[in-house]
C-alpha cells in the first residue's frame, strides 16, 4: 500500500500520467541483450567443444595414446564400435572400456619431432 502511494507521488511530481510510458519490448530488450550474450560466451563454445570431442572419438583408431575420464593413460589395441581395448601397461595389461569414457588423445611428443624431422 505504501508503495502505491509513493508512486503516484513520484509520478505526480513528475508532471507525468501515473502509468509508465515504455512499451513491452523497450522492457525486454535487456533481458534479450543478456540471453544473447549468454548464448555467444557460454553455449555456443559448449557446443563446438563438445562437436569436436564426438569427432575425436570418431576418430580413434589403433595405436592412438588416450586419457579416459578416470585418468588412466593407455594405447589402443583395438576399436570397436562402442568400445576399445586399451593396454595401460608395459606388461601387456589391456582393459575394455566404452569409447564414450575417452577424455581426450595424448599428443605423443616424439610422433610430432619425426613428422617435423621428415618435413624438413
Avoid at 582393459?95 to 595424448?106: P, Q, T, W
Wanted: a positive charge; glycine letters at 8%; charged letters at 25%.
Amino acid at each position: 500500500m505504501l508503495l502505491l502511494v509513493l508512486n503516484n507521488l513520484v509520478w505526480a511530481n513528475s508532471g507525468q500520467n501515473a502509468s509508465p510510458g515504455g512499451s513491452f519490448m523497450v522492457t525486454m530488450l535487456p533481458f534479450l541483450v543478456i540471453v544473447l550474450i549468454f548464448y555467444f560466451l557460454l553455449i555456443r563454445p559448449q557446443q563446438k567443444k563438445e562437436r569436436e570431442h564426438q569427432e575425436t572419438l570418431k576418430s580413434l583408431k589403433k595405436g592412438d595414446n588416450v586419457l579416459t575420464t578416470g585418468g588412466i593413460y593407455g594405447e589402443i589395441m583395438e576399436v570397436f564400435e562402442d568400445s576399445l581395448i586399451v593396454k595401460v601397461a608395459p606388461a601387456e595389461i589391456k582393459i575394455k572400456i566404452a569409447r564414450n569414457a575417452i577424455a581426450g588423445l595424448i599428443k605423443d611428443k616424439q610422433k610430432e619431432e619425426k613428422k617435423k624431422g621428415s618435413k624438413n
